[in-house]
C-alpha cells in the first residue's frame, strides 16, 4: 500500500508565502514524475507544477515566477515553495505521484487526500 502524506497548507494573507510538503510511503520500487495539482470551489482541478525524477520542471502559467517545485529523491518527498500569494491561489492542493510497483513494476497513479490553502486579501 502506497500513501502521499501533505502537509503545510493554512491561511496567509495575499504577499505572504507558504511551503507546502508530500512525502511518500509505504512499498515501491520507484517515483518518477511527482505534481501537485489545485481545486478551487466550483472549478476543476488544474495542474500546478510538475517535476521529474531527474528534476526537469515545469509551471502553469498562472504560478510562474511565484511558486517553486523541488524533491527530496532520498527522502520520497515533493515540495511547494509559494510565495507572493494571491487570493486567487485559493484552493485545496493535492500531490499527486507516478509510482513504479515493485514486481510487476507497473506504473500506477497515487494522489495525496488534500490540504487547503487561503489567501485572505
Known amino acids: 500500500q502506497v500513501h502521499l502524506v501533505e502537509s503545510g497548507g493554512g491561511w496567509v494573507q495575499a504577499g505572504g508565502s507558504l511551503r507546502l510538503s508530500c512525502e511518500a510511503s509505504g512499498q515501491f520500487f520507484s517515483i518518477n514524475a511527482m505534481a501537485w495539482y489545485r481545486q478551487a470551489p466550483g472549478k476543476q482541478r488544474e495542474l500546478v507544477a510538475a517535476i521529474t525524477s531527474s528534476g526537469s520542471t515545469n509551471y502553469a502559467d498562472s504560478v510562474k515566477g511565484r511558486f517553486t517545485i523541488s524533491r527530496d529523491n532520498t527522502k520520497n518527498t515533493v515540495y511547494l515553495q509559494m510565495t507572493s500569494l494571491k487570493p486567487e491561489d485559493t484552493a485545496v492542493y493535492y500531490c499527486?505521484?507516478?509510482?513504479?510497483?515493485?514486481?510487476?513494476?507497473?506504473?500506477?497513479?497515487?494522489w495525496g487526500q488534500g490540504t487547503q490553502v487561503t489567501v485572505s486579501s
Open positions: 499527486n505521484a507516478q509510482i513504479i510497483i515493485g514486481g510487476t513494476m507497473a506504473r500506477q497513479t497515487y
